[in-house]
Each structure stands twice: as C-alpha cells, then as structure tokens.
C-alpha cells in the first residue's frame, strides 16, 4: 500500500470548505482522499498533532461532507496497522528534531512542520499531499532536497507562484 500525510487542507477543500479551490482542485483532493481510504496508508503523528488539527478544522459530528469523512475514516482506523503508520516525532524549539536544519526551510510554516517531521520519520516513505497551501509549492524543491516527497494536488493554485 502507498502511504501518506495529507495536510488539513485537502480534506478542508474535498469538503468544500475553501472557496479559493476551483472545482478540478475539489475533485483530485475527494479522488486523493478516497485513493486512500480504498487502497493506501495513512501516517499520523503518534502525538495526535495531525489528527487534532484534522478535528479541529472538520470535526466528526453532523452530515459529513467528503472531507469529514476521511477524517472518521482516520479516526476510525488510526489503530488498525495495516491502515494508519504512527510515527514519533520529538519536539524541538517549537517544532521537531526530524524537522530539517536547512537555511532555506527556515520560513517554511511553523504549524505544518509536523506533517515534514512525520514524512521523514515514516519507514515508508510516504507523499505529502496539499491543495492550497503555498508554502509546499513554494519550497518543493528545498524539500524535495531533504527527502520529503510532496504532491500538490492543485498545482493550477500556483501557476503565478515560484517556477
């Protein structure tokens, strides 16, 4: 199975819920989301970082949209091995020891530190997919030079972003 992080935002657009994400930036995160319910692996922090921003900014309560769903599905399956890779990550100074010490990722969003520091510590070497956050998009390449795999589902979001 292929394995994952996914970062908030992709559930938050595949429910609808960000009204910069056009319509063909809606359906590949609800076809991500449901890629991974079907046949994939999703990797969590073991500290529930991930999985409380996940609540956070979808819940589990009321008639799920597609992105509230993926989130019972992790919530459902964060204990079943096959399904969900927890992984430690340490804190450090307001972010994580497994975060890279890179000069060029030291503005790299503080809050999204977690899902980098979790890609790197998987055993699985999973992608890091993201719809409309810019910062994956405008330091891809200082993070692919780490090692970090991002799939940025929405590249059309950026097209007057970095090159």
Request: contains cysteine.
């Amino acid at each position: 199975m292929k394995a994952f992080v996914v970062d908030a935002n992709v559930a938050v657009v595949a429910n609808g819920q960000a009204s910069q994400a056009g319509p063909d930036c809606v359906r590949a995160c609800v076809a991500a989301l449901a890629g991974i319910k079907d046949n994939g692996t999703i990797v969590l922090d073991s500290g529930i970082l991930i999985l409380d921003e996940y609540l956070n900014n979808l819940g589990l309560a009321g008639k799920p949209g597609v992105g509230q769903a993926f989130v019972k599905w992790v919530f459902d399956n964060q204990a079943v091995v096959e399904r969900c890779e927890r992984v430690a990550i340490r804190p450090r100074d307001g972010s994580f020891r497994e975060f890279p010490d890179a000069l060029e990722l030291a503005h790299f969003h503080i809050d999204d530190h977690k899902y980098v520091a979790v890609a790197l510590a998987s055993r699985n070497r999973p992608k890091v997919l993201n719809a409309v956050d810019s910062d994956w998009w405008t330091y891809r390449k200082p993070l692919r030079q780490q090692g970090v795999r991002v799939r940025n589902l929405c590249p059309r979001q950026f097209s007057a972003a970095v090159p």
